[in-house]
């Protein structure tokens, strides 16, 4: 029988990450809507890069479930290198990585969230900008973190991704957490909060 304090880490674990899946769903009904008069248009979302992910993870043997910062991260970044981007609806603009860490609140749950997001930009045939995301959020218990104030670092192109791991590896939560095990693990698309 396990101790009382595993049992409410576990239950609490469960209910941060089914938390986090509402919010991740809830993102990607959001993006899968058409505006008003714009049902006819296929619009990009990020359905389909997170599907391009989870490819991706399927390649490589990962089971997201069992990853640390340490592993997200080197996984992502291979992503990002060996793994075009495949375009939506519009003509592609741009490709970055987006890292980011920081407290969350959602409702009841909170949690110490560190990310790292590929973000798609695309033009469509009006020239107007649309947005695809896709990553790997992990959510850590927020109390040993709260010293940490929210970060956020973008590497714009692949010549600059060594700079970039650089400042991810240098970065403050990254050196705490790397290679602790988070109480929750997201795949999500909803974009950079």
């Known amino acids: ?42 619009l990009p979302a990020s359905h389909g890069l997170i599907a391009d992910l989870q490819s991706f993870l399927r390649e490589q043997g990962v089971d997201a479930n069992h990853l640390n910062a340490e592993a997200m991260v080197r996984l992502m970044v291979d992503w990002y290198r060996f793994a075009p981007a495949h375009e939506g609806a519009g003509t592609a603009a741009g490709d970055t990585l987006v890292y980011r860490y920081g407290g969350w609140s959602e409702g009841c749950a909170t949690a110490f969230k560190l990310s790292l997001l590929r973000r798609v930009t695309e033009h469509d045939a009006t020239g107007a900008e649309t947005q695809r995301f896709a990553g790997i959020t992990l959510m850590f218990e927020p109390s040993g973190q709260a010293e940490l104030m929210p970060f956020t670092a973008v590497a714009s192109d692949s010549k ?17 957490l790397a290679s602790a095990t988070p109480m929750g693990v997201v795949i999500e698309s909803g974009g950079v909060r």
């Open 1 to 42: 029988m396990a101790p009382i304090n595993d049992v409410k880490r576990m239950h609490l674990k469960f209910f941060v990450a089914m938390c986090a899946l509402l919010v991740s769903l809830g993102a990607i009904a959001a993006e899968s809507g058409a505006p008003d008069g714009a049902a006819d248009s296929p």
């Open 160 to 176: 600059s991704i060594e700079a970039f791991l650089q400042t991810i590896e240098s970065s403050p939560a990254f050196r705490q």
